[in-house]
């Protein structure tokens, strides 16, 4: 599963953001990463709780709230909040595996997620900087990515991956992970497909046609049935 969702954020939100990102202090990434790929990681990161992190991650969950895309793909039971990342100076991540439980705090509550579905939201345009590809590394082959500002990449958290070195500029994102209502991947997928399909169809014949309807209902079907609620 690799989801590219362009514009994820408005001109206003995205200027907003690169603006404050440009202007926070930052501290070591390694802070945030587990024993193995704080090894790997070079990079540096906005202190988890940070005014800055903290009001762009509500700008950030605010756009997923509002985003088909997102919610059609990932159907999340819950998102960890936002952090925000920066790679200059050679700075890259080594071929590494996310953790599969993270810990976040909900409110005052200490709780944890399983980590289904990646996303890398991307505050610099691919002109502003070399290097810098998020790259997957699944079934002996690599995938290279790097998107416009304001795009976002989702990707399934089980994939090993890396992030290139940053050898010129500046390289600003945001990276979060949910936990899908759907645990099993190739599901998720065929509710994905299953879902852009009815809506290409409520288009073109309405929300009242028939065959719409019905497809509409078989879709909550099978979330009764997979959904881990
Ligand atoms: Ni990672």
Excluded at 88 to 109: K, L, Q, T
Excluded at 114 to 130: H, Q
Excluded at 137 to 156: C, F, R, W
Excluded at 174 to 184: D, H, K, P
């Amino acid at each position: 599963m690799l989801v590219h969702i362009p514009g994820l954020l408005t001109q206003d939100e995205l200027t907003y953001c690169q603006a404050t990102l440009k202007a926070a202090q930052w501290g070591d990434g390694r802070e945030t990463a587990g024993q193995q790929s704080a090894k790997v990681k070079n990079n540096l990161q906005l202190p988890q709780n940070s005014k800055e992190c903290q009001e762009l991650g509500q700008i950030v969950l605010r756009a997923l709230g509002r985003n088909t895309i997102f919610n059609s793909a990932v159907l999340p039971y819950r998102v960890s909040p936002p952090l925000f990342n920066r790679y200059e100076n050679g700075m890259n991540f080594g071929a590494h595996v996310d953790n599969a439980i993270r810990g976040i705090w909900a409110g005052d509550i200490h709780t944890r997620i399983r980590t289904d579905v990646s996303s890398t939201l991307f505050f610099s345009d691919p002109d502003e900087y070399d290097g810098g590809e998020l790259t997957m590394h699944s079934n002996g082959h690599e995938q290279t990515i790097k998107l416009p500002a304001g795009d976002m990449v989702l990707y399934s958290t089980t994939v090993l991956h890396n992030v290139a070195p940053v050898t010129r500029g500046s390289r600003l994102a945001a990276f979060f992970w949910s936990q899908s209502m759907i645990a099993e991947e190739s599901r998720r997928q065929i509710l994905f497909d299953l879902d852009m399909q009815v809506m290409s169809l409520r288009d073109r014949l309405g929300d009242m046609d028939p065959s719409v309807l019905s497809l509409t209902n078989i879709y909550h079907n099978m979330m009764r049935q997979w959904c881990i609620l």
